[in-house]
């Protein structure tokens, strides 16, 4: 049952939906479905036909009214492109999370409460204006007390109880679609609200996310590429978050980058390969990167803030996902169908030669165009959703990726419109391979495991002895397990049982009938029919299973 909060805020929520003429939305709900016909009897429904803006503008302006999580929440959906219709996500990706900024005296509050000091004890200065606002957290310029500058991030007062509330109807709002509406269901609701609360809840976590910055910091310490600022832990809690201030402009800010005599190509092939060097190097990747997050020092090196979502990939994800590519590089599309099985992308009943023909659909096209003409991710995008066909599980860590991926390919273009990212990879992609496969890659792992090796190589000799002596003396024995076996053996002990069962209850069924026939006495007639009886039950048990 629904509190009256959430009543509330659902008849809110309705009010906002029926506002920007998204009627269809409530009605589409199972409540409404016999009342559905009112709609075409309605003047207002006539009137406008034909005025309203497009369903994803309509889409985007009730969730800008929502407020700042449902902003949040369009934002997300946004780069789930292998999800939405284009037309809606083109419409999400414009969500700006613009948000009035809370007093400066509650953030000092907030800091003071969570550092146990007062303000003037912990910064030499520190302006109570904020520099920038948003849904979850704003940030103040400060100075330390020995002069660093730094910027001071402070979550919103209370915003984990927003959160939370508005989460939660997220999610049963989700269900009764995915539960009513053929049509949301494709759009797996559920899921996507899922994920959103992961996200969301993760974002809730400054210490967390000062814990981001610090290993990618430490992954890019003294590049020339990418400058991470430095966290300073001692002013650092779940609620409050001290870092460096950086100074740069804004990656889009192109004409500016160009006054500084800032290289264009240098800065979109340096995109590039930051990104790849994340992905692959490290496993630890900025999977917020758009450009409101990003500045470039004069220098021409990139500077990175905001470090709330990060993607990781595993091993095994990494090997495939580099494989796909450069099998993509060569057209090998045979290939890639196959490490889409072997990596439990897509089902392994999956027949190969058709998810093989599908690919081939999808990418010949694509490959006609000039290099420069291809978007990469897009590309990505197209795969995904012809691999749904084929009942391809979403991988949460791909998506990501894939996000991370449109995004630096459509900042490396708006510096760089000749910026051809598929030549610019390769590569890149193709000297990761030689150090995973080959000689070299051999060496590493020897030289990597060489400490656990010298451990366990003493005790070597005497294992085999042992192996060697239980051999001899016809003591060996091999343990295997398999779940196929095991329930093979489960079948033939239950088909045992009832062969015993039956070859046992018919010959009490027919010694029975014997004892009766040739013998009248009162004794053998007792046991006749009792050996019938029983057999007879035993039959009877069989026939009920």
Same mark, same amino acid.
């Given at each position: ?79 789930? *492109?292998? %999800?939405? @219709?284009?037309?809606? +996500? $083109? &419409?999400?990706? =414009? ?7 809370? !007093? ?80 949301? *269901?494709? %759009?797996? @609701?559920?899921?996507? +609200? $899922? &994920?959103?609360? =992961? ?7 400054? !210490? ?90 004069? &220098? ?246």
């Amino acid at each position: 049952m629904l509190r009256i909060t959430n009543a509330l805020r659902i008849f809110h929520i309705s009010w906002i939906l029926l506002k920007h003429g998204l009627d269809e939305v409530i009605l589409a709900a199972h409540l409404f479905r016999g009342i559905r016909f009112f709609r075409f009897l309605s003047p207002f429904f006539w009137l406008t036909a034909g005025k309203r803006p497009s369903h994803g503008e309509r889409i985007r302006r009730a969730l800008e009214d929502l407020g700042p999580i449902f902003v949040k929440f369009g934002q997300m959906v946004s780069t789930r *492109r292998d %999800l939405l @219709p284009d037309d809606i +996500a $083109d &419409e999400l990706v =414009k969500l700006q999370d613009k948000v009035p900024p809370f !007093s400066g005296k509650q953030a000092v509050a907030q800091i003071e409460k969570a550092l146990g000091s007062p303000v003037s004890e912990l910064f030499l200065e520190f302006d109570e204006t904020p520099l920038a606002s948003a849904s979850i957290a704003q940030v103040h310029t400060a100075q330390l007390l020995d002069g660093t500058d730094v910027v001071v991030k402070v979550l919103r007062p209370k915003i984990e109880k927003v959160i939370r509330r508005d989460v939660q109807l997220m999610t049963t709002i989700a269900r009764l679609a995915q539960r009513y509406s053929k049509d949301a *269901r494709r %759009l797996r @609701p559920v899921e996507v +609200a $899922d &994920e959103f609360r =992961k996200t969301i809840f993760d974002e809730l976590d400054l !210490s967390r996310e000062a814990a981001n910055a610090s290993q990618l910091r430490r992954n890019f310490l003294n590049s020339e590429q990418l400058y991470v600022p430095e966290v300073f832990w001692d002013l650092c809690r779940q609620n409050v978050m001290v870092i460096e201030r950086i100074y740069g402009a804004n990656v889009g800010k192109v004409d500016e980058l160009k006054a500084q005599g800032i290289s264009m190509q240098l800065l979109g092939e340096r995109g590039v390969e930051i990104f790849f060097t994340q992905v692959f190097r490290d496993n630890f990747f900025h999977a917020d990167m758009h450009p409101g997050n990003i500045f470039v020092s004069p &220098e021409g090196q990139y500077i990175a803030v905001d470090f709330g979502i990060m993607g990781t990939l595993t091993t095994e994800d990494q090997r495939y996902l580099a494989e796909n590519l450069l099998a993509f590089f060569n057209r090998d599309y045979r290939r890639v169908a196959e490490l889409h099985v072997e990596s439990e992308w897509v089902p392994k009943t999956t027949r190969i030669d058709e998810f093989e023909a599908a690919i081939r659909t999808v990418s010949e096209p694509i490959f006609e165009k000039p290099l420069a003409e291809i978007s990469f991710g897009h590309f990505l995008l197209r795969l995904f959703q012809v691999a749904r066909r084929f009942d391809m599980e979403v991988q949460p860590q791909l998506v990501l990726l894939q996000k991370t991926l449109l995004n630096i390919e459509g900042l490396g273009r708006q510096l760089y419109p000749q910026l051809d990212l598929w030549t610019t990879a390769k590569p890149y992609m193709e000297d990761w391979m030689k150090q995973q496969i080959g000689p070299k890659a051999l060496l590493r792992r020897v030289k990597e495991n060489l400490p656990v090796m010298s451990e366990q190589l003493p005790e070597i000799p005497l294992l085999a002895y042992r192996v060697l002596k239980d051999a001899a003396e016809g003591n060996l024995e091999i343990k295997w397990q398999s779940d196929e076996l095991l329930e093979l053996q489960k079948q033939v002990k239950a088909n045992h049982r009832q062969t015993l069962t039956a070859i046992s209850g018919g010959s009490l069924l027919i010694s029975g009938s014997i004892l009766f026939a040739a013998t009248p006495a009162i004794v053998p007639v007792v046991v006749s029919v009792g050996a019938g009886s029983i057999g007879l039950l035993l039959l009877a048990s069989l026939l009920k299973k």
